[in-house]
């Protein structure tokens, strides 16, 4: 069984805790603004080269391999996306960090490059359940867990394109007990 820790968000006690912190806020908006902009360099810069991720059914895997899966949907399924970051909760553990962070994404699907799908837009609202490594004096993530809380998808089989894993309002959400090995 993997080894676990409750994550428990303890405020930081030094000026280098809250430079640390600070430190893993930029990534976890420049995940952001990577995707948005289907730069896949700076989707790169987020992720250690052996990072691994499960987005549920979407993907699971290695990181940079997460990377050319969702910029290819993204450049053909999407007009624009919009992925909004906030309650980034980080607490350190040394050279690692238990980050959640609440985010909700659009995807414009309006007939820019669909038009027999005109008007459809999927919405989703979750948390990236982060374990961050400082490796070389540089915060990067080394696994992400994507928890889906909610969606919306205006299509006409009203399915959203993604499996769980799905939130809880208890103690068994992925966000109380992240993995602090690797797989």
Known sequence: MEETTVFAGEPANTLSDLLDIQAIRDVVMRYSRGADRCDRELLASVFHDDATLEYGTFYSGP????IDHVLEALRTDSFAT???VSNVLVELDGDRAY?????VAYHDRTGARRPEETGR???WGGRYVDRFERRGGEWRIAHRNCVIDWTFASRPDGEFAWGPPWGRRD????SYCIPTTGR
């Open 99 to 103: 980050v959640e962070a609440y985010a």
């Open 82 to 84: 919009q992925h909004t």
């Open 121 to 123: 837009l999927d919405l």
């Open 63 to 66: 990181a940079l391999g997460y």
């Open 171 to 174: 103690g068994d959400d992925p």
